[in-house]
């Protein structure tokens, strides 16, 4: 019904991932509670219940609470691990008293994050870790060390890459001897950029689009060379969900009640149609609409629903 992904390692991987930001209660650095625990419980089993396999994490969400949040469901359920796959992020440091926010890819960093990474997981291994933002100052073949000596270690199974256009991918890979196997980026109804990079090019509304021309290229190359994409904001923020709320909305709710299904499900069945084989990304801690998700997988929208929804949405996304 979907592309297979298009990585050989993903091909029993399920169509959508579970993101983790959500889980491990505020962003003050507050200790854990039950409370957290059992929001977190709640939504990994109902992710399992709907096919997810692979849990998407990132060093810095809730300042390290949400691996541990994690981490402390798969320590009290030792048979957890093996239900699933562990994705985790670095490279972006917050503010502290020697230096400002900033983007970190140095060898030290990425391994003092991953050794950081694994111990809030309780886990020795994680299957793919991500390079979260694109740090100006990278340097290939430094990233290369360190991944090397992570995997040599067991620590880290593949290296992936967020937010990168494909000169950043063509770059990095120079200096790899594996191949990047994920980059994950901002797909939506509510960001068209991805989209907007191919259809306007050579045409005069190229000029209202000038953040989709980064994209040039994107796409293809993820396609070509294999690497999956994965589709972080996904759901739009919840901007599609009120059919009063816009034009947009109400195609998307017209379209979801023809399928019996919802709106989320709508958005992601968009984002699944497209043939780069994307990997919608959930990031919702209410279990109930990560039940709804599920159905993305059992509707398949066809062209004119497709194309539908994208001028509706793109009507109201431009300025």
Known sequence: MFPLPLHTHFRDASPLVYGCMAL?????????????????????????????????????????????????LLKRDASLRAKLRLQSKCGIRFGDDTAPGRFDFSAEHIERSVNG?????????????????????????????????LKAAGKVGH?????????QMRWLQSALPEPLVVNQLEMSLAKLDFID????FNDPQAATRPGAMAWAGTLEYAQQHGVQLQAWGSLAQGRFNDPAASAAAK???????????????????WLLRHPAGIQPVIGSGNAQRIRACGDAVKIQLSREEWYRLYVAARAQVLP
């Open 251 to 269: 195609v998307v709710q017209e379209i979801a009640e023809a399928h019996a299904t919802t709106a989320n499900a709508v958005l992601l069945a």
């Open 159 to 167: 290296l992936g890459v967020s937010n990168m256009h494909a000169g």
């Open 117 to 149: 990474i694994l111990q809030r997981l309780g886990v020795e291994h994680i299957e793919i870790l991500l390079l979260h933002r694109p740090d100006p100052l990278m340097q290939p073949a430094e990233v290369a060390r360190a991944f090397g000596r």
């Open 24 to 72: 491990g209660g505020d962003w003050n650095g507050g200790p854990l509670t039950e409370a957290d625990i059992a929001q977190a419980h709640a939504a990994v089993e109902t992710a399992l219940a709907i096919g997810v396999t692979l849990f998407d994490h990132a060093d810095i969400y809730r300042r390290g609470k949400a691996e541990a949040v994690f981490g402390e």
């Open 197 to 200: 990079a191919g259809t306007t």
